[in-house]
C-alpha cells in the first residue's frame, strides 16, 4: 500500500471511532442527568430468543396513543406529566413540541395508535428472563435528554431495583 492509502485509511478510520464514541457520550450524559428520569409502568412480552439471547420486550402505557394528522413513521412527541404512584403517563401528543410543555419523550408512530420510543427492547444476563416473565409489576426508570429521547436507566421488577 502506499502512503496515501495507508492515511486515508487511517483518516476514515479515525472518522468512525470518533462517531461511535460520540454516540456513546451521548448516551451516557442522558443517563447521568438524575432531573430527567420519569418511571413508566410496563408489560414484559416475550422474554427469549434463540438467536439474540434472553432479552424482554417493554410495552408502555404511553405507547398506545392516538396522534391526529401524524401518518406511520412520522416521528411524534408525547408530554408527560407525573400521577399518583409517581408514574409518568401522557397528557398530550402531537407532531411538534408545545412550548410549555415541562417533560416530553421522543417516538416514532409505527401504527394507527401506537408508538414507539427506542426503549422497548431490555436485554438481560442469559437464564435470568423468567424473573421478569414471572413478576406482577415492572417499571422502567427512563431518562431522556432536551431533546426527548430516551434511554433506561433501571428496571424495578414489583418495587425493587432489578440487579442484572
Same mark, same amino acid.
Given at each position: 500500500?502506499?502512503r496515501?492509502t495507508?492515511r486515508?485509511?487511517?483518516i476514515?478510520?479515525?472518522?468512525?471511532v470518533?462517531?461511535?464514541?460520540?454516540?456513546?457520550l451521548g448516551?451516557?450524559?442522558?443517563?447521568?442527568a438524575?432531573?430527567n428520569d420519569?418511571?413508566?409502568q410496563?408489560?414484559?412480552?416475550?422474554?427469549r430468543d434463540?438467536?439474540?439471547?434472553?432479552?424482554v420486550?417493554? %410495552?408502555y402505557?404511553?405507547?398506545?396513543?392516538?396522534i391526529?394528522?401524524?401518518d406511520?413513521?412520522d416521528?411524534?412527541?408525547?408530554?408527560l406529566i407525573?400521577?399518583?404512584?409517581g408514574h409518568?403517563g401522557a397528557?398530550?401528543a402531537?407532531?411538534?413540541?408545545?412550548?410549555d410543555w415541562?417533560r416530553?419523550?421522543?417516538?416514532?408512530?409505527?401504527?394507527?395508535?401506537?408508538i414507539e420510543y427506542g426503549?422497548e427492547a431490555?436485554?438481560?444476563?442469559?437464564?435470568r428472563g423468567?424473573?421478569?416473565? %414471572?413478576?406482577?409489576d415492572?417499571?422502567?426508570?427512563?431518562?431522556?435528554?432536551?431533546n426527548? %429521547?430516551?434511554?433506561?436507566?433501571e428496571?424495578?421488577?414489583?418495587?425493587e431495583?432489578?440487579a %442484572?
Open positions: 500500500m502506499t496515501t495507508v486515508w485509511f487511517a476514515v478510520l479515525a472518522i468512525q470518533l462517531i461511535l464514541a460520540g454516540m456513546s448516551r451516557e450524559t442522558t443517563l447521568l438524575d432531573d420519569v418511571k413508566l410496563t408489560i414484559p412480552v416475550d422474554p434463540l438467536l439474540r439471547g434472553d432479552f420486550i417493554l %410495552r402505557e404511553i405507547s398506545s396513543l392516538t391526529q394528522n401524524a406511520i413513521g416521528t411524534v412527541y408525547v408530554e407525573e400521577s399518583t404512584g409518568w397528557r398530550s402531537g407532531t411538534s413540541i408545545d412550548p415541562d416530553f419523550i421522543r417516538g416514532t408512530k409505527v401504527g394507527t395508535s401506537r426503549i431490555y436485554f438481560i444476563p442469559e437464564g423468567f424473573e421478569i416473565e %414471572r413478576a406482577t415492572v417499571d422502567v426508570i427512563a431518562s431522556i435528554d432536551n426527548g %429521547r430516551a434511554v433506561i436507566k428496571v424495578l421488577i414489583d418495587g431495583a432489578w %442484572r
